[in-house]
DNA sequence: GTGCCAGTTCAAGTCGACTTGAGGTCAAGA
DNA sequence: TCTTGACCTCAAGTCGACTTGAACTGGCAC
């Protein structure tokens, strides 16, 4: 595959120019050159891109991301920090599992106000000391389609 | 229960002081007076901050949980909002699902290179796949314990 | 009564990931 | 040749949810 300059970039890989001069600028992907103005970049960035969406959706920062993936554009990808990063997955999951569960049966339940409901105030039980628990910050999750 | 000042509140919910001045003003919770300078709350504040986690968690914005909660403390939830929260958060879990899968697999994934691995090829088309998708804003998941 | 500390107000700052705006430049079409 | 339109740079702005800083004040201990 030819060089692609930054507007097919952008066409196939749906990460919008200004992002991947701001990726460039952040050092997470690097053009080849310049056509006109234009930026060229090897085709093996839309693979890059493809990894910097995976790491976004995970979790990790952009910042992150830069540490993990090497200048070659191979993922260097410490094994403890994954499976570090596949636990938090697994909690999040489980919050998340919770609370849908907790908005479905709020949105099926008969009671007259919420607040009668025991499960729902167990749910919020648990939403209040998680508050109430370290306030560590967990990554937001990044915008998806 | 007596009524609680910041400090108290601050100590039960574990919610910051500075944090509860700034949901008092955007009008998420309301002190019913002063003993001194300080602000005086309603023991119920502590459900209506439970409610307040709750929502945060489950991906609502701070104006849409102000919507959500009625004057008297009480929610006021519309059930196709919370139907819908549910469906949104389902698909947040699959994603995350297969995302953590991933990297489980890439944790322990002996090929020699992640980018040689079917797998982890496969999940990186996912990953990309989604980027290439409508780009609606997704709520980021709140601090947690 | 007077000093101190922990509260108060209000404005401004922070953080991450981008986006937007103003003004500049280049390649291609008329 | 000249125009046009799209990309360029660089600085600044945005968004959400808070936090922080400076300056002020009230109740309580001494």
Redo the contacts with the bound molecule.
């Keep these: 595959m030819r060089d692609l300059?930054?507007?097919e970039v952008a066409r196939r890989s749906g990460v919008?120019?200004?992002?991947?001069?701001?990726?460039e600028e952040k050092g997470l992907i690097t053009?080849i050159g310049?056509?006109?103005?234009?930026?060229l970049f090897d085709p093996g960035v839309l693979e890059r891109l493809a990894l910097?969406a995976l790491g976004?959706t995970a979790g990790?920062?952009?910042?992150e991301i830069a540490l993990m993936i090497a200048p070659d554009g191979r993922p260097r990808i410490d094994r403890q920090r994954l499976t570090a990063k596949a636990e938090e997955l697994d909690a999040t999951i489980r919050d998340l599992c919770a609370i849908r569960d907790g908005l479905r049966h709020a949105a099926a339940c008969r009671a007259p106000s919420h607040m009668e409901c025991p499960t729902f105030r167990s749910i919020l039980q648990a939403a209040a000391s998680g508050a109430r628990g370290a306030?560590k910050k967990r990554?937001?999750l990044?915008?998806r389609g």
Aim: positive net charge; hydrophobic residues 35%.
């Design positions: 300059d930054i507007v919008p120019a200004s992002t991947l001069r701001f990726y053009s310049r056509r006109g103005l234009r930026r910097i976004r990790f920062s952009l910042d306030r990554a937001p990044p915008p």
